[in-house]
């Protein structure tokens, strides 16, 4: 960790005095931490609650600037969060073994506000679709392809013409997967750290 905020702020200064508007196609990546809500379970008899661990995630994406501050791309992602515990109502709870896995594949859109200095806010949506995978251990899994969304806030530190540094934030959903008869939720906050090189 301390290498990576080492290199972090590397990038800062080196880039104080370059330029972040970018132009043309991009490639990018990020990565980090991934915190799953609570979510609400029902299979048409019991109701209940699962809860997560933190877990990881990353992005990849495709992307290219428009004029007037515009930025489209494609994205795919990968989210792991374990399984901590489950609720069910009526019966108390008890800790559970197994894992949420989505995959995504979002297409999305960026505003950039124009700086004169190294640093440039932004802010984005995107909307797509994701395979959400319940792992149980004591249950086998079940998967679900639902519609998905995100919100996302983020910085850009330039350390060169076409080099930059993205921090985020993203908050990223799905619509409600069944299991199998399981009605679930996917609801997440995702803070990330990574690369966007401009050709």
Do not use: C, W
Request: charged share 20%; net charge negative.
């Amino acid at each position: 960790m301390k290498n990576i905020l080492v290199g972090f702020l590397a990038f800062v200064v080196v880039g104080s005095g370059v330029s972040v508007s970018f132009a043309g196609p991009y490639i990018s990546g990020n990565l980090g931490a991934v915190i799953v809500n609570d979510s609400d379970l029902d299979d048409g008899v019991d109701t209940g609650e699962f809860s997560y661990d933190t877990g990881f995630g990353f992005v990849a994406a495709l992307g290219t600037s428009l004029q007037n501050d515009i930025r489209v791309e494609a994205e795919l992602g990968y989210r792991n969060n374990d399984l901590d515990e489950i609720k069910v109502d009526g019966f108390g709870s008890g800790d559970i073994d197994g894992d949420v896995t989505t995959t995504s594949l979002m297409g999305n859109g960026y505003y950039d506000f124009s700086t004169t200095g190294s640093f440039s806010p932004y802010i984005g949506a995107g909307v797509g679709y994701a395979n959400v995978e319940g792992d149980l251990d004591d249950f086998g899994d079940e998967d679900d392809n639902v519609f998905a969304y995100q919100f996302i806030l983020g910085g850009s530190f330039a350390s060169s013409e076409t080099l930059s540094v993205d921090l985020q934030y993203r908050y990223f959903a799905t619509e409600d997967p069944d299991f199998d008869g399981l009605d679930s939720e996917y609801q997440s906050h995702n803070i990330m750290i990574g690369l966007r090189n401009s050709f």
